[in-house]
């Protein structure tokens, strides 16, 4: 797993506003109901996250970390993979998450990011462009969903992608990479023994071939799941990571 019940996302440097978060079901239009979980700041910006989790789903890291999201300003929704396989049940360690991994299709999935861009996009939040922040294998989603020209982001933020997992036939990354349709920043550590840089950098010339702009980042020395407020070792790593998203996401939004 990326993340064990203990970690916690590190802060942005100046995270001072207020933030509420809530725990929510949301359906998409198959019927199936996921878990989501919302974060609000008091004084948002003009742009809103969709946050991917790891293999795990939808555990404490991501809500923390949508709420990071919302003391920046930033509007944030983690959405749960696992609505249709194991119902709305607690992803916390005890969680056997391989099984329900396993059945992840990539049409489905992408039936909760609408239902999740559906809710964000309400109201006066509907001309707000959404950035998805994805890791491990959400990671590897994020860049798989901006392969779907619908639906409309503002940019991709995976951390340490899986490159080379097959989702239910769709294809890998490295696969699918050349449809990617929207602005890339690519977060990985350089010593991430699952993720070799060699993958890293087809992955960049991939997408480079195809005129899409992308940023990709490898921090030298980091792990895999280095953005983590107990790795003081990486805290340079995770202090960049997060200047990094946001000015990306100000690049993107005009915020």
């Known amino acids: 797993m990326c993340y064990d019940d203990n970690a916690r996302p590190p802060a942005p440097a100046g995270a001072s506003g207020a933030a509420n978060g809530e725990d929510m079901v949301l359906t ?3 019927g199936n109901k996921f878990a989501a979980y919302l974060a609000t700041p008091e004084n948002p910006l003009n742009a809103q996250v969709l946050i991917y989790p790891d293999v795990r789903g939808l555990h404490q890291f991501y809500k923390d970390l949508a709420l990071r999201f919302a003391e920046i300003g930033y ?8 609505g249709r396989t194991a119902g709305l049940t ?11 991994v396993q059945q992840i299709k990539i049409e489905s999935f992408f039936q909760d990011v609408t239902a999740s861009l559906d809710y964000l996009r309400d109201g006066d939040n509907i001309h707000k462009p959404v950035f998805v922040v994805g890791f491990c294998m959400g990671g590897s989603l994020a860049l798989m969903s901006g392969t779907n020209k619908d639906f409309g982001f503002g940019g991709l933020i995976p951390f340490y992608a899986g490159i080379t997992r097959d989702f239910g036939g769709a294809g890998t990354v490295l696969d699918n990479a050349e449809k990617v349709s929207f602005p890339v920043l690519g977060l990985f550590g350089g010593a991430d023994a699952g993720i070799p840089e060699t993958a890293v950098r087809t992955l960049e010339s991939k997408l480079d071939s195809t005129g899409i702009e992308n940023k990709i980042i490898l921090y030298p020395g980091a792990p895999h799941s280095f953005f983590d407020r107990r790795a003081a070792d990486f805290a ?12 990306f996401i100000a690049s993107h939004s005009n915020s």
């Open 28 to 30: 998409a239009a198959d």
């Open 90 to 100: 607690s992803r916390d360690e005890s969680f056997e998450f391989m099984p329900h």
């Open 75 to 82: 509007r944030a929704l983690a959405l749960d993979y696992f």
């Open 236 to 247: 340079d790593a995770s202090a960049d990571a997060w200047i990094q998203i946001q000015e």
